[in-house]
């Protein structure tokens, strides 16, 4: 979820927001496809590091305003932590992808916005009620159901990808503090910059020498990401999050399709029962902040900064 949908009223646009939303999951659905195409060739941190390193081209309209911007000392602090969180969530992302199917990492991935549910309430002060609890814990039993620990074995990959879900949860909390106090371009790039150099010392010790290829493949890995965030901003620009988000859900449909169709991977019902749980609770989730707002209870984004 993005912080300016929490922050901007419903707008009137649905349809708009939907078609804006399914280019973003063709998007995202594109850097998943590249991402499990180059594989173990080069290794998850320096592919990470690569990303983000190539994807730099693209902060090129917002440099005059970041050389402008005054940080102070503390919110330097906040977007190294939040560096530090992402840089450590992308890291094990791609290890996942090279280790387990692409419908698993899209489906745990849909953990984040839960971990930032119980994060909000223990570090934010939003009240967590009774109904968000079972729907915490429905998404939970989802996992579980993808995990299935004690009847297959759980592999590194599905470790990385609980890691990653909290790390993202906790990149996903302190950016939406600081999009209280800077402008959400600075904070994006502050993100790409901070990761960044976060990944670099890891890079370096694993550093595998990359083709023009593979350099080719990463450069389009941040294109496609970047222009998916890019048109997810747009979906939630035109309609409200309750129209959008489940939208976004569509992302498992393809990875499910994707890995079988493309990568040879089979079908697991257990994956996509359990994913599909995660996606009902997160709707909920959505469903009940979205009417919250409305009532003034849940905090907004401006209200949440010290």
Not at 208 to 233: E, N
Request: net charge positive; proline share 5%.
């Amino acid at each position: 979820m993005s912080d300016d949908a929490i922050a901007r009223p419903a707008a009137s646009h649905p349809v708009r927001g939907v078609l804006w939303m399914l280019l973003a999951g063709a998007n995202f659905v594109a850097v998943t496809a590249l991402v499990k195409y180059l594989g173990p060739r080069v290794p998850a941190a320096e592919s990470a590091f690569l990303r983000y390193l190539l994807g730099l081209v693209f902060l090129i309209p917002v440099i005059r305003p970041l050389l402008r911007v005054r940080l102070s000392r503390r919110q330097l602090g906040l977007f190294g932590l939040r560096g530090a969180f992402h840089s450590l969530g992308v890291a094990l992302w791609f290890y996942a992808m090279t280790q387990i199917p692409i419908a698993e990492v899209t489906a745990m991935n849909y953990l984040s916005p839960v971990y930032v549910t119980i994060g909000a309430a223990l570090f934010l002060g939003e009240a967590l009620a009774a109904r968000r609890i079972a729907a915490v814990v429905v998404a939970l039993v989802g996992a579980a159901i993808i995990l299935r620990p004690g009847f297959r074995e759980i592999s590194p990959g599905h470790l990385a990808m609980l890691v990653t879900a909290v790390t993202f949860a906790g990149s996903y909390l302190l950016a939406k503090r600081m999009s209280g106090e800077v402008s959400a371009g600075i904070v994006v790039a502050m993100l790409s910059i901070t990761v960044t150099i976060g990944l670099a010392p890891t890079a370096i010790m694993v550093w595998v020498t990359p083709t023009l290829f593979d350099l080719a493949i990463l450069f389009l890995v941040a294109f496609f990401a970047t222009a998916g965030h890019y048109a997810m901003t747009l979906a939630f620009a035109s309609a409200p999050v309750t129209v959008t988000q489940p939208v976004s859900f569509l992302q498992l449909v393809w990875a499910v399709l994707l890995g079988w169709l493309v990568f040879g991977e089979g079908v697991d019902v257990w994956v996509v029962a359990g994913g599909g749980l995660i996606i009902a609770a997160v709707s909920f989730i959505t469903w009940r902040e979205a009417v919250l707002r409305r009532r003034h209870i849940t905090p907004l984004v401006g209200a949440t900064k010290s």
